[in-house]
């Protein structure tokens, strides 16, 4: 049986799963720029090769990340986000030490995920408008302590 190119062919299972995924920084601080996002985006790209995740489409913003990629559905999509996250901010953090005494965590623990073939730009606004009124009212508690 031949299978496209999409198709990922893992013990007999074939799979064509398609993600867009979004996260932000914590605090939706406006982090992700020069050095930083260079550095992010061989990360993420190395990362995902690591899980054999292929990235369709990469965009670094200042303060958050999109990503459109394919992937088996074996280790499952939180556990592919998760290491991402976790992954590039050891590494950031490690490079940069100024981002670790700025903030504590680089990401926040939301983040976006859909599988329709393309994101709705709606949906993609009410994410990082909740992460922007959340990082409001973390910041306004921390000013308050």
């Known amino acids: 049986m031949n299978h496209t190119k ?22 939706k601080k406006s982090i992700l720029i020069n050095e930083v996002k260079e550095l992010l985006e061989d990360i993420l790209k190395e990362e995902a090769k690591k899980l054999s995740v292929e ?8 303060y958050y990340v ?18 991402l996250k976790n992954r590039s901010a050891k590494i950031l953090m490690d490079t ?18 859909s599988t329709k073939p393309t994101l709705d730009v709606n949906l993609m606004k009410v994410y990082i408008e909740s992460e922007i009124t959340r990082s409001k009212k973390n910041s306004h508690k ?3 302590l």
């Open 55 to 62: 990235i369709k489409e990469l965009n670094i913003h200042e």
């Open 142 to 144: 921390q000013e308050h």
């Open 66 to 83: 999109h990503l459109f990629i394919s992937c088996h559905t074996v280790p499952g999509i939180h556990i592919v986000i998760k290491t």
């Open 6 to 27: 999409r198709e990922i062919n893992i013990n007999d299972i074939i799979c064509d799963c398609d993600y867009h995924i979004a996260f932000c920084t914590k605090y």
């Open 96 to 113: 940069f030490p100024k981002l670790k005494s700025s903030m504590p965590n680089m990401w926040t623990r939301k983040y976006l995920c």
